[in-house]
Structure formats: structure tokens, C-alpha cells
């Protein structure tokens, strides 16, 4: 990005911010949003870019507390790909899984791994009540098997979600002249050598 196209960004940023709830009169925010309007239209950005922009890329490590990989391993790949990040993982004392992506995107990152922990937990106390579970020859076979294949279908889940976003995603890219923030995602990961 070049230093002209800061500075843009940077102007439409602080017209941005000139709102009545920060002190602005009512023909300063409207004159504001005008001055907005144009430059976003004289140099062919979206608001989504201009915030884009000024989010800074970060590593998440979220460390399981153990050596071995839990549940969620196999989804790990699949969750990486819905948030648009690059994922990892990092074997030391204990092993972490770690992401590296825009800091919005890495809070989607711990909230479903969260989430999908947590379901795997819940599923799994209810699926060692079941007789397959107390007939199994192998109680830990039967826990690995259940945790792969419930994160295995997480997985697919997710894929199936964003392909549909994606597809949502190049139609309005085509509607709007380029301004997707997917697009936007992609292209800035790039730029940290995360192709």
C-alpha cells in the first residue's frame, strides 16, 4: 500500500469518526459522511478495506495441556479455512495449536474451538451412557473414534458453510467492482507471505 493511499484511508477514517455522539454538530457529521462518500468513491474503496487495512495480523496458540492431540485436531484444518487463517501445530512441554490471522478472525478461531470443545465434551459423557459404548472392546478406541468422527463432520459442516459464503462472496464481489472483504482477507495474508 502506498504512503498516498495511508494517508486516504487514514482522512476517511477520521471523517468517519466526526459523529454527533463525539461532539460533531449535525451539519458537521452530514458533511462528514458526504467528504466519506466521495473519496470512497473517487478512489474506488469500501469502509470494509479502509478498516480492513488497520487490523494487524497475530499468532493464537491455544495450548491443550497435553502431549496428546485432542478431539478437535481434526477440525483443526477445517476451522482454519472458515476463518480465513493459517493453522499449525507446535509440539513442546504440551502441544498448542496454533493459528495466524486478522485479530477478528482469530476471536472467531478460540470461539469455535471453544465451542466445538465443549460440544465434543458434552457429546461424548452422553455417547459413554450408550450400550455401544459399554459393549466396546476398547473404551479408548471407542472415545477416539467418536471424538475423530464428530470433528471429521464439524468439519465438513464448516467447509459447507463457507463454500456457500464464498459463493455469496463472488457474486457480490462482481456486483461491487472488487469490494469483498474476503478478497480483502486473502490478499492481505498474502502480503504476509501466507499463501
Known amino acids: 500500500m502506498t504512503d498516498i493511499q495511508s494517508k486516504i484511508k487514514a482522512r476517511i477514517r477520521a471523517l468517519s469518526a466526526k459523529t454527533i455522539k463525539n461532539g460533531c454538530t449535525e451539519e458537521e457529521a452530514l458533511a462528514a459522511m458526504s467528504m466519506v462518500g466521495k473519496l470512497l468513491s473517487q478512489y474506488n474503496l469500501s469502509m470494509n478495506e479502509v478498516e480492513l487495512r488497520d487490523e494487524v495480523c497475530d499468532t493464537l496458540k491455544i495450548d491443550i495441556g497435553?502431549?496428546?492431540?485432542?478431539?478437535?485436531?481434526?477440525?483443526?484444518?477445517?476451522?482454519?479455512?472458515?476463518?480465513d487463517c493459517k493453522v499449525w501445530t507446535n509440539r513442546g512441554a504440551t502441544l498448542k495449536y496454533c493459528f495466524f490471522g486478522q485479530e477478528s478472525d482469530l476471536l472467531m478461531v478460540k470461539y469455535l474451538y471453544d465451542i466445538i470443545l465443549?460440544?465434543?465434551?458434552?457429546?461424548?459423557?452422553?455417547?459413554?451412557?450408550?450400550?455401544?459404548y459399554k459393549i466396546a472392546f476398547?473404551?479408548?478406541?471407542?472415545?477416539?473414534?467418536?471424538?475423530?468422527?464428530?470433528?471429521?463432520?464439524?468439519?465438513?459442516?464448516?467447509?459447507?458453510?463457507?463454500?456457500?459464503?464464498?459463493?455469496?462472496?463472488?457474486?457480490?464481489?462482481?456486483?461491487?467492482?472488487?469490494?469483498?472483504?474476503?478478497?480483502?482477507?486473502?490478499?492481505?495474508?498474502?502480503?504476509?507471505?501466507?499463501?
Not at 118 to 132: D, G, N, P, Q, R
Not at 143 to 149: E, L, M, R, V
Not at 152 to 181: S, T
Open 66 to 83: 497435553s502431549k496428546v492431540r485432542n478431539g478437535v485436531y481434526y477440525a483443526l484444518s477445517d476451522i482454519a479455512g472458515f476463518t
Open 118 to 132: 465443549a460440544a465434543m465434551a458434552t457429546e461424548l459423557a452422553k455417547f459413554k451412557k450408550t450400550v455401544e
Open 138 to 195: 476398547s473404551k479408548k478406541g471407542a472415545t477416539s473414534s467418536f471424538t475423530t468422527g464428530m470433528a471429521m463432520r464439524i468439519g465438513r459442516r464448516l467447509n459447507e458453510m463457507k463454500a456457500q459464503m464464498n459463493g455469496w462472496c463472488q457474486a457480490h464481489f462482481l456486483e461491487n467492482k472488487g469490494n469483498c472483504i474476503v478478497e480483502r482477507t486473502h490478499n492481505l495474508l498474502k502480503e504476509y507471505g501466507c499463501d
